[in-house]
């Protein structure tokens, strides 16, 4: 019980609101594997989440970096006197 009350913040919030009380005292083990399976999943899509943000502010940049030397003014050459 203890290992999980100190591993979920939301299953402590239920408890204090009398949400998940009969299965904290019935199946604690069933709750303990539901709340240790979705920590593992948000870790996951957490660092999914950081490469794919990252992933989107690189290309960003090379976009904008392209449409500011597309902006540029292009140099004329001089025509030379013969």
Do not use: F, H, Y
């Amino acid at each position: 019980m203890r290992k999980l009350l100190s591993g979920s913040k939301r299953t402590c919030e239920g408890i204090l609101k009398g949400e998940k009380m009969a299965n904290v005292v019935g199946n604690p083990w069933e709750l303990d594997t539901r709340t240790t399976s979705n920590k593992n999943s948000n870790e996951v899509k957490g660092d999914k989440l950081q490469r794919a943000t990252k992933r989107d502010r690189e290309e960003m940049e090379k976009s904008e970096a392209r449409e500011k030397e597309a902006a540029r003014p292009v140099k004329k050459a001089r025509a030379r006197k013969d």
